[in-house]
């Protein structure tokens, strides 16, 4: 079973950037990987998605500020954050889609202050 352990995360002021990290404990290149995110009181939403091929699909409220990246030689994927607002505020996970399972992170908390 393969782990996804995230880091990068912390308290960064509204304007700010970030970049999380999606370590796998092995080959992720064949998967398809996730960014989603959990503000309190809300549902787990989607923020972007990797293709094994690299073909990349943002949220459309969060296009022109959020990329995802991978690189299989790190077994890593990334989120690069960029002009960072409050609403970003949430618990950020990694997930690896296997078919039709998905294995989870445990999670990166975010916090932007205005």
């Known amino acids: 079973q393969v782990q996804l352990v995230e880091s990068g995360g912390g308290l960064v002021q509204a304007g700010g950037s970030l970049r999380l990290s999606c370590a796998a404990s092995?080959?992720?290149?064949?998967?398809?990987m996730g960014w989603y995110r959990q503000a309190p009181g809300k549902q787990r939403e989607l923020v972007a998605t990797i293709t094994s091929a690299g073909n990349t699909n943002v949220a459309d409220s969060l296009k022109g500020r959020f990329a995802i990246s991978r690189d299989n030689a790190k077994n890593t994927v990334y989120l690069q954050m960029n002009a960072l607002k409050p609403d970003d505020t949430a618990v950020y996970y990694c997930?690896?889609?296997?078919?039709?399972?998905?294995?989870w992170g445990q999670g990166t908390q975010v916090t932007v202050s205005s």
């Open positions: 092995r080959n992720i290149s064949l998967f398809n």
């Open positions: 997930r690896l889609q296997v078919v039709f399972s998905f294995v």
